[in-house]
T-cell receptor, first 113, second 115 residues
Framework: GQQLNQSPQSMFIQEGEDVSMNCTSS?????WLWYKQDPGEGPVLLIA?????ELTSNGRLTAQFGITRKDSFLNISASIPSDVGIYFC?????????????FGKGTLLTVNP | KAGVTQTPRYLIKTRGQQVTLSCSPI?????VSWYQQTPGQGLQFLFE???????NKGNFPGRFSGRQFSNSRSEMNVSTLELGDSALYLC??????????????FGSGTQLSVL
């Protein structure tokens, strides 16, 4: 089946720094999604990408759908302590009614104030 | 609008027992998906129910089953529990159109520990 490689596995940064994480896939997706999970909670959708090459921002977050449709990245600018959490990428391939999300294993972000 | 509600929040079971987890989706949502989350494997898709029918299924053994009721509430059952079933089980609801993942809303999960 499809697999997603998400990197880095973890990051330790200082408040105010920018951070970048990415996901690569062995096959194509037609939707890329980025989620954040806080401790003890379920993932919350941050950004959705639907077209190859698409670049989308949500506040300090920017994500891009790779041209090959096999990769995506997420950038967080000027990090703050509440950015701490696990960030997941997810790819989705929709074929008729058959769709499911394949998740990366997550990037654990720690922000030192 | 209430979010996705999962009960119970925590469960402790022993090997060989069975367990039932419950999920109430967002009002009006007809699709419920279940995921298993572990530190080693991340988020793994179990199955999806839409209008009381299993529409998609992941690669889990038959010990994992589910069902959906006419009010869209869903239950997940795991029989003959194994130590490796210890995980956070997440439920996600969506309208069911299948068009995009942005309609997928997660609950807080049920943390299952198998001793």
């Amino acid at each position: 089946g499809q697999q997603l490689n998400q990197s880095p596995q973890s990051m330790f940064i200082q408040e105010g720094e920018d951070v970048s994480m990415n996901c690569t896939s062995s096959s194509i997706f037609n939707t890329w999604l980025w989620y954040k999970q806080d401790p003890g909670e379920g993932p919350v959708l941050l950004i959705a990408l639907y077209k190859a090459g698409e670049l989308t921002s949500n506040g300090r977050l920017t994500a891009q759908f790779g041209i090959t449709r096999k990769d995506s990245f997420l950038n967080i600018s000027a990090s703050i302590p509440s950015d701490v959490g696990i960030y997941f990428c997810a790819g989705q391939l929709v074929r008729g009614s058959n769709y499911k999300l394949t998740f990366g294993k997550g990037t654990l972000l720690t922000v030192n104030p | 609008k209430a979010g996705v509600t999962q009960t119970p929040r925590y469960l402790i079971k022993t090997r060989g027992q069975q367990v039932t987890l419950s999920c109430s989706p967002i009002s009006g949502h007809r699709s419920v998906s279940w995921y298993q989350q572990t530190p080693g494997q991340g988020l793994q898709f179990l199955f999806e129910y839409f209008s009381e029918t299993q529409r998609n299924k992941g690669n889990f053994p038959g010990r994992f089953s589910g069902r959906q009721f006419s009010n869209s509430r869903s239950e997940m059952n795991v029989s003959t529990l194994e130590l490796g079933d210890s995980a956070l089980y997440l439920c996600a609801s969506s309208s069911g159109s299948g068009a995009s993942g942005e309609k997928l809303f997660f609950g807080s999960g049920t943390q299952l520990s198998v001793l």
